[in-house]
DNA sequence: CTGAATCCTTTATGATACTG
DNA sequence: CAGTATCATAAAGGATTCAG
């Protein structure tokens, strides 16, 4: 059971169940009857510019490496993903000018290292993101 | 404060509040410490089909708007999301074969109409969207 | 209305080489 | 090590047309 890391908190998947269940209610119960279609839509495009930060490519696991190890060299990013220094770069300034993610150089070393991590808004958004990915790995289980 | 929709659930805000708060003392307290990077990128990489799918342009909204309006048309969506038919097509199979998505089609009238829901499987994951969203939607607003 | 088929454009990403 | 610059390619998305 190694291999699902963090769900050896055993009482996180749990949670998850219970939170989800509970906000269920929640929606079920009191609002959604009249929503319409188009409030829908007007919502989602004012996220649209953040969606398509969040939602792009490397942007979870970034997010999610960063909340999980609180802080990770250039280089480790990297490596673990295996991604392009062009790339990785690119999605780093984008997290940075959203304000997701911090940077901060240590010069006492040479080469000089850089570090990153999430700011508090990024921790959040880094939050929010285990419940589905907790949901997602229970489908890879049971495929 | 229409725009927000379903933030007029006013106990949904908070709800996921108290639950990522519940939630990060879980995973700061127990787990994290010898959380190696390779695990989590091993993890990832499981998760990585479902990602390309989940975190692809179109679907987050698709879901959405899937888990709040329970059933939609294939125009609806086309309309209310101004995406292309081909392009909508495309996403929709794909959902179809992860299993998120069921469609149904109504022969009785003319032309026919498809109708889309989620599974629930989808629907699972349409919750887990929730948490996200609502916390990025906190993020417009500030800016 | 629901798509399938085509074509075309844009964007995203990968690979490589190079610098402080 | 942490990028930047450049080039090449693949992938994704849009526009249009057409058919059942």
Redesign the pocket.
């Known amino acids: 059971m190694l291999y699902l890391s963090y769900s050896s908190c055993g009482s996180l998947i749990s949670k998850v169940g219970e939170f989800l269940k509970e906000i269920e209610g929640i929606l079920s119960s009191e609002c959604l009857k009249e929503l319409a279609l188009d409030d829908i839509k007007g919502e989602l495009s004012r996220l649209a510019p953040y969606l ?1 930060v969040i939602f ?4 979870p696991e970034i997010i999610y490496a960063l909340y999980l190890k609180r802080r990770l ?7 673990a993903f ?12 984008l997290l940075e000018e959203y304000g997701l993610v911090k ?1 901060e ?2 010069t006492s ?1 040479r ?6 991590e999430l700011t508090n808004s990024g921790k959040e958004v880094g939050l929010a993101l285990i419940p589905l990915l907790t949901i997602l790995k229970g489908k890879v289980k049971s495929i």
């Open positions: 398509k792009s490519r490397w942007v060299s250039f280089n480790e990013m990297k490596k295996g991604i392009s220094s062009r790339v990785l770069t690119d999605k780093l300034r940077k150089v240590d070393t080469p000089i290292r850089v570090y990153y």
